[in-house]
């Protein structure tokens, strides 16, 4: 940014302290690619806790997936800007990128971790029962 003389900061701090992008809503009217959202979505979470379950703990594994997962919850059109799951997930990323690779979270925290996705999943989940 310093390079172009950019002085952005809130961009700033979304991409470099919280790593992911302001959020993107587009809806272009067909449910297909809503479908499609919806469907990566619950992909990103399945992998995400199941690397949890798996004891993977190094912010170098974690991370990515996290960050993918973001990536597929800021793509829901309709969502709302407090929703539950974003906030989960972005905390979470911000504590890993504020990590060294190296790092590992500690049971205690993979625990949490665990039972935060598992309650944004659910409040996803409701949220597509309740969008009918």
């Known amino acids: 940014m310093?390079?172009?003389?950019?002085e952005c900061p809130r961009?700033?701090?979304r991409l470099l302290r919280m790593g992911v992008?302001?959020?993107i809503k587009s809806g272009d009217?067909?449910?297909q690619h809503d479908a499609v959202t919806i469907a990566e979505t619950v992909q990103m979470f399945i992998t995400a806790m199941d690397a949890v379950k798996l004891e993977q703990r190094a912010v170098d594994e974690l991370q990515p997936l996290l960050s993918d997962l973001m990536d597929a919850l800021t793509?829901?059109?309709e969502t709302p800007n407090d929703f539950d799951a974003n906030r989960k997930v972005s905390l979470w990323l911000q504590k890993?990128?504020?990590m060294r690779a190296v790092d590992?979270?500690?049971?205690d925290d993979s625990r949490q971790l665990y039972h935060d996705l598992d309650s944004a999943y659910a409040e996803f989940t409701r949220f597509l029962k309740r969008k009918k």
């Open 96 to 98: 890993l990128n504020a």
């Open 104 to 107: 590992e979270i500690d049971e």
């Open 2 to 6: 310093e390079l172009y003389q950019l």
């Open 75 to 77: 793509r829901l059109p």
């Open 11 to 13: 961009a700033r701090e």
């Open 21 to 23: 992008p302001e959020q």
């Open 29 to 31: 009217g067909s449910g």
